[in-house]
């Protein structure tokens, strides 16, 4: 969700540096941001105004960031920044971090939600704090004011962050020394050690440019960052901490956007090379993993979203190919119904950025019934991967754009090797997955994706979209409807083809957009079957098939990969839902109200 950077060292242009820094942490979502720095001392004796001496410059914008800069803001070696997404208080410049307290002498960020923030506000206020924002979080940095007055800076953040109820995280500066004071639980944060300066973020993909040394803090885990050295400890008992180093595997090229105009149509374009790679490098994780399923009695799969799909999906491929029954679950539901859970359980819990809190507590909440955890994750030392009994990366590289996609077929790749690993048929999985990546790229060929244009320009002006399918398919079109929801606004449903005749057809009148996906499989005549009760009705069948078919008024050819379908197939549906928002003059990277790691619940 939100996205913080901070910066102290020896250069002295910080503000470029933080800001560069919350440019990279764009894909997140946020809808407002800021900065600020302390100026240097020659920066302060050039200014006579007694004003700026002891005091931080703060600099605030509501919407992105755009062709913003920070070329006003004075020569730094100490500034932080932050990308808002607004939970507490309207999208206003007033309530963007940093927040200042009554002297403007310290300034915070703060990511998470302050829950207890009412109560203490009011005594802040009965002491005489001025509050100028709606937000939670300005309470925390008059809260830290009020301790100052009687305790060293670190103690009272401390002392602070402790009475701040729910998952936060939280840094702090002040005016007069050159360190970044920070603490988190819950909400993540990554220091990065450089030579003569250090750094703090949300996210270590924002580092990546200026060191790949990091270290990941843990849950009630505080830091004092100086431009020498940095300090770990314990936030409840003061307990010095050692740091544990890290090297990031990810590569800043990586991380960019290179020749493609979005981030999501790099990422679309990835994905054959990253099945080729899991198909190819992660035989021996698979096979440690597919023994850890054996070994358990029940598996549950858990994800939220997009992740939650792949889980669905693999529910069917644990079925068909391993004959093996696994069950799944959304994260923000699992909570309520884990309480069969025992030690022999097993939860492999699916997710790109591994921060995802609806899946952090369902996981908690599993390992308290003693189950054993299994993370398919993206993004090493996140906090599931962390928490995880077994662990796997699922390699996809950084994804950027707020719309999952390489991650989802990443996954989906990582499930067809261990439920073919489970039928003891690990060559055939991967061969089932090269088949995929052959597939992919022809869905990935320019004739292809001009086809899949023209659709997107004829779909543009329609209100409602359609996606059914059966089996395996049935998760392939709660994913594509998704897509196109969340990055071309427009409403678009996922239904398991066979429910049509129980409500959904209803809604199908002359013309409606129908997406049929019928690969070459046991469904393949019901969905045909389906596409023919639409077509009935009035509908505009688009069918997504290894053949053409008469019930089609337009065909989006995918060549049959075996079990592994799902993925060129999906892959038709990201495109279609990128190019439905180029066509609408959408930003597909960075859909409205969205963010890419939703640490909040
Ligand atoms: C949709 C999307 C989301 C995520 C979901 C889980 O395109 O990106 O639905 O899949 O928020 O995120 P992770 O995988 O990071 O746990």
Redesign the pocket.
Known sequence: MCGIFGYVGNKTNAATIVFEGLKRLEYRGYDSWGIAVVPTASEKSKVKSEKLINTIVVKKKTGKIGNANVNDMPSSSFAFGHTRWATHGGVTQTNAHPHLDCTGRIALIHNGIFENYEGIKKTLVKKGHRFTSETDTEVAVHLIEEYRKTMALAKAVQKAFNDMAGLNAIIVIDSDRNQLIAARNGSPLVIGFGHQENFLASDAAALLPHTKQVHFLEDDEMTIVGHKGIMIFDAKTGTKIAPKVQKLTWSTRQAEKGTYPYFMLKEIHEQPDIIADISETMISPAKRMTEVIRKSQGTYLV?????GYACMAGSYLFSKVAKRHVNWAVGSEFGYQLNFLTKKSLVMA???????ID?LESVKKAKNNGASIVALVNVLGSSLYRMADHKTLIGAGPEKA???TK?FTAKIAYLVLLAYGLAGKTKEGQTVLMHAVSSGKKVLSSLSLARIQKLASRLKNTEHIFVVGRGISYPASLETA??IK?ISYIHAEGFAAGELKHGVIALVEKDTPCIVFAPNDEAYGANLAGAMEMKARGGFIVGISHKPHEVFDYYIPVDDACEATIIPNVIVGQLLAYYLAIEKGLDPDMPRNLAK??TVK
Do not use: N
């Open positions: 994800g939220c979203g997009t992740a699916l997710s790109q950025s591994g921060e995802t899946i707020v719309a999952s991650a998704l897509k969340e790691s939703v």
